[in-house]
């Protein structure tokens, strides 16, 4: 991660629910990688409302919603539409 970091790679994390077992609390990456020279250019966001695999068409527009925001937050310019050709 750290390797990323210095490279200047924006990094987005995201933990569903599906998985309840390996990653269950909101806090849980900055419990354990808190004090990480890394933490704090890592964007890590726990959904427990969708399914690990995408199945539901609700867990794909969320996190399609949650990572255009992110992207949006990260470009130097605007995203243009692609027109049709």
Known sequence: MQTLVDRQVNVFLVFSG????????????????GREPFFAKVRCDFLPEIDHTLLSLESQKLLINVIRTWILGIVATPIRPIKDA
Do not use: E, T
Request: proline letters at 0%.
């Open 18 to 33: 599906g998985v309840i077992d390996a990653y269950s609390y909101a806090r849980q990456f900055r419990d354990g990688f």
